[in-house]
């Protein structure tokens, strides 16, 4: 059992930066592969980046060159460093995490991991 809790979301103005938390509980934290999702109201919850026990990292296309997801498996955290946020980056933000990896492949959806924080807001103002 794995137990996500996320920090660091807020409010901030378009083309600022924030930085969002996720401690995990648990020994084998280098073991999950890790993700961040978000939800906005009346939209179903997309994928935004995901980073492996060894960290290879994988960033939809919309936050890609903008948002940097790391890890520290020394101290169960993993960050998403958000940059030139924009309006549309407002919404629910989720950490996520399931057990295990495979190198031919690329956990992008929802329903693939087993374990979900209960979520930060982001609110980008224009």
């Known amino acids: 059992q794995v137990q996500l809790v996320e920090s660091g979301g807020g409010l901030a103005q378009a083309g600022a930066s924030l930085r969002l938390s996720c401690t995990a509980s648990g020994r084998t934290f280098s073991s999950y592969t890790m993700g961040w999702f978000r939800q906005a109201p009346g939209r179903e919850r997309e994928f935004v980046a995901t980073?492996?026990?060894?960290?290879?990292?994988i960033y939809a296309d919309s936050v890609k060159g903008r948002f940097t997801i790391s890890r520290d498996n020394a101290k169960n955290i993993v960050w998403l460093q958000m940059n030139s946020l924009k309006p549309e980056d407002t919404a629910t933000h989720y950490c996520a995490a399931r057990l295990g990896d495979n190198p031919y492949y690329t956990y992008t959806g929802a329903y693939e991991y087993t374990y979900w924080g209960q979520g930060t807001q982001v609110t980008v103002s224009s």
């Open positions: 980073i492996n026990g060894s960290g290879r990292t």
